[in-house]
């Protein structure tokens, strides 16, 4: 995994905006890429004025869309059987699946925008979108919502942690975890609007006829 991180590391480093687009694809898809080790160190580099941060969020985002519209496609495609099968050889387990789908089914199209902004979910959660067929139109506007918002907290995180401590941009395993540091207080937020959300689904169900 630490030979990963590193060629990672460098795609983002050497390739700009391409490598942080395509590896925010993935990121998208159920191939353990960590976005944290993506969106901060370009950041990083734009604040040295090798990039742009508007563009990296940019970029981050499209790569984000494509790599999840992809998974979409192929779950509403193969259907379950298809993915629990062939999803086993790329750490999709039986486990995540099932959570992922019970995530959408409680949290209905805001769960694609709430996930895309947790932690595990936000891999997966394209998976039963397709396989529950939800619109494409709705998938895409909370997709692309909760991507701008992630890649938009990762940045301003990445460039506050490399800034209190541009030796991190020399060891990508200690930004990772400097950057998740950072984001908890984000995703305890996060956490409390998704259940706020929870509630209000379930009040609005009760006063239905």
């Given at each position: ?6 060629i990672?590391f ?8 391409g ?6 694809a ?10 944290e ?9 734009a ?13 981050g985002?499209l790569?984000?869309y ?14 379950r ?6 999803g ?8 995540k ?19 895309r902004?947790l932690?595990v979910?936000?891999?997966?959660v ?7 067929r ?15 918002i ?5 940045a301003?995180l990445?460039?506050r942690?490399?800034e ?11 930004m ?8 908890l207080w984000f ?11 929870v509630?209000?689904l ?8």
């Amino acid at each position: 995994m630490h030979a990963l991180i590193l060629i990672w590391f460098g795609w983002v480093r050497d390739w700009g905006y391409g490598g942080v687009a395509l590896l925010m694809a993935l990121e998208s898809t159920i191939f353990p890429v960590p976005s944290e080790l993506v969106i901060p160190p370009a950041a990083y580099w734009a604040a040295q004025g090798r990039m742009s941060l508007v563009g990296v969020v940019l970029a981050g985002t499209l790569g984000s869309y494509l790599g999840s519209a992809a998974s979409y496609w192929l779950a509403l495609w193969g259907g379950r059987l298809a993915v629990a099968r062939f999803g086993k050889r790329l750490l999709l387990n039986e486990e995540k699946l099932e959570r992922a789908e019970r995530f959408l089914h409680r949290y209905q199209a805001g769960g694609i925008f709430f996930a895309r902004l947790l932690p595990v979910v936000r891999h997966v959660v394209s998976i039963p979108a397709g396989i529950l067929r939800m619109g494409f139109g709705r998938f895409s506007l909370m997709t692309l919502s909760g991507s701008a918002i992630w890649c938009s907290i990762l940045a301003w995180l990445g460039a506050r942690v490399s800034e209190r401590n541009p030796g991190l941009i020399d060891n990508p395993e200690l930004m990772i975890k400097a950057v998740k540091s950072e984001s908890l207080w984000f995703v305890g937020a996060v956490a409390g609007m998704a259940l706020l959300y929870v509630l209000m689904l379930r009040l609005s169900a009760r006063r239905s006829p």
